[in-house]
């Protein structure tokens, strides 16, 4: 049985009398409170469970860690071994309320011979999704995992005897057993004054000196005992951590630890069929990620596994149910539009499986090319012409005098002005424009030819695929290689961090305070100086 009940319901007693209840669904555990139903319906769930039902059931945390009547059937819960597990989630994740709520779960089998609760507090795992909180795919997947598997995380998962429980008078607030809390960026008073990066902090990135064990020499190097400094020099510090020969193996490892796990996956996933379930695929390819990233240093195996299922969501899945209805099929199909007055307009072409960009990159990348360079060409003419306008668009510039500058005025003008001698200056540079506006109207009409020619080419070569092009098409070009660049920038980002906390920390302890008082005091005598020159007197 899973539940999600109105949260401390004020009126869980209406017509029934909870001491003479026919159920006995309150006996031998006590009656909830007349005006707090949460355990209300957490007994109603155990009641109706048989000897090896199993429930969960969504609650506000003070079911945790309530007084009184509440305790006593908290205590009465726990000595009868009914509560398996409780998870923590975030706060701010349920309309209508900002508190955070947790999941009890209940097992009644084995109840007798439970020694403890195994608890999970999940409530730092979420993202902002509007005015409100939302766990990710991750989030969840971490949770089930954590909790099948009874995983002992820290700060996050743990097994709670119920020796200890019962130290802690039966009060099952989660901050009470796992302390979920980051540890605190320190700042070190005797960095500050006397200079040099603390050890300790140093120390904290161990993960990195763990896979890169002479990158640490390579950043920094010995101060006095405690303390270092910076052995590159701040502006180099990403190019000295991205050129190191342990850093670049490992970066190529992990490159190479992707692509055969994208090797295998792009084999089954070429024998999808017409009639394949794309939520098994889903599942499938996940637990798949998820495994084989799982214990790779430095990277999250959750955070790929994120990443996968985000495309999913996206793109991938629409893709899979086209396939489960079609099969391999890509045919295009005009895009009409009706305006306001109901009339129809075709906007062109599309295909959703295998989108017109990976036609044009595969068969016709040499078109493309062309197509950029004259878009190159034109963004630069253009760019040519908007400077002349401003070089010369003052009140006495070779642009005054036109009511607006376009080809019709800037011609009249010219025509206007051929005989005049003393307007040499603004002839050429209206001429100059003219020149560059004739180019500019001779790229566009040739780039917009060109990408009707490109658009047309792309659209007949749709009949002429084979299934195994269609195959390479979505599952190399469009879902591994898309899967494959957010996987990468996932490793841009483990790196980034490195830099980031090595600048962090060089910048925080630059300066000690010795050298930023003799700084000052050389200030104030320059100002002092300055003051008397100016015939004032500093007090």
Known sequence: MVANPPFSDKRWSNGIDPLHDPYDRFQPFGAPPARQGDYAYLLHIVRSL????KGACILPHGVLFRGNAEAGIR????RKGYIKGIIGLPANLFYGTGIPACIVVVDKQDAHARKGIFMIDASGGFMKDGPKNRLRAQDIQRIVDVFNKRLEVPKYARMVSVEEIEKNEFNLNLPRYIDSQQPEDIQDIEGHLRGGIPTADVDALQGYWT????????LFKPNRPGYVDL?????AIKSAIYDHPEFAAFISGMNAHFAAWRQKTARTLRELKAGCHPKEIIAALSEDLLAHYTGKPLIDNYDVYQHLMDYWSETMQDDCYLIAADGWRAETSRIIEKDKKGKEKDKGWNCDLVPKALIVARYFAKDQTAIDQLAAELESVTAKLAELE?????????????EKVNNACVTARVKE??????ATAESAAL?????HNEQESDLKKRLKDAEIALDAKACAHYPKLTEVEIQTLVVDDKWLATVDGTIHGEMDRVSQQLTRRVRELAERYKQPLPEIEREVAALETRVRGHLEQMGLRWR
């Open 50 to 53: 048989k000897s090896t039902g």
């Open 75 to 78: 205590r009465n819960l726990i």
């Open 211 to 218: 896979v890169c064990p002479q990158l640490r020499e390579t």
């Open 417 to 422: 002005i051929k005989v005049d001698m003393e």
């Open 390 to 402: 401003e070089e010369h668009g003052g009140e006495e510039g070779a642009f005054s005098e036109l």
């Open 431 to 435: 001429n100059d424009w003219l020149k």
């Open 231 to 235: 052995a590159v020099e701040k502006t």
